[in-house]
């Protein structure tokens, strides 16, 4: 049964950091795309960022690019999302996904979610 599990939300002030960790299991985890995603309150949800199997390549959003960093330890079995000067624009619950592919997608049409961590950054 495969998992992924994300942690590390909470509440923050503007200008603030927080790093999100997401667990895997029950995968084969160096054969998967990892990408963040989050949704706020009635938006879609959205391509935060994502990292390719060896971790070589990245891809960001352009909200997020320069105040955010996607990383991954292959050996752990962990993604990581690492979020500076946060902004309150950036409040949503974020999601941590896998796609079985080579290629980093900016779609939803990923095969396995998260149940999302909630983040909150105040004014």
């Known amino acids: 049964q495969v998992q992924l599990v994300e942690s590390g939300g909470g509440l923050v002030q503007a200008g603030g950091s927080l790093r999100l960790s997401c667990a895997a299991s029950?995968?084969?985890?160096?054969?998967?795309?990892m990408g963040w995603f989050r949704q706020a309150p009635g938006e879609e949800r959205e391509f935060v960022a994502g990292?390719?199997?060896?971790?070589?390549?990245?891809e960001y959003a352009d909200s997020v690019k320069g105040r955010v960093t996607i990383s991954r330890d292959n050996a752990a079995r962990r993604v990581y999302l690492q979020m500076n000067s946060l902004k309150p624009e950036d409040t949503a619950v974020y999601y941590c996904?896998?796609?079985?592919?080579?290629?980093?997608?900016?779609?939803?049409?990923?095969?396995?979610w998260g149940q999302g961590t909630q983040v909150t950054v105040s004014s």
């Open positions: 996904a896998a796609k079985l592919s080579w290629f980093i997608s900016r779609l939803t049409n990923y095969d396995y």
């Open positions: 990292i390719s199997r060896s971790g070589g390549n990245t």
């Open positions: 029950g995968l084969t985890f160096g054969s998967y795309t």
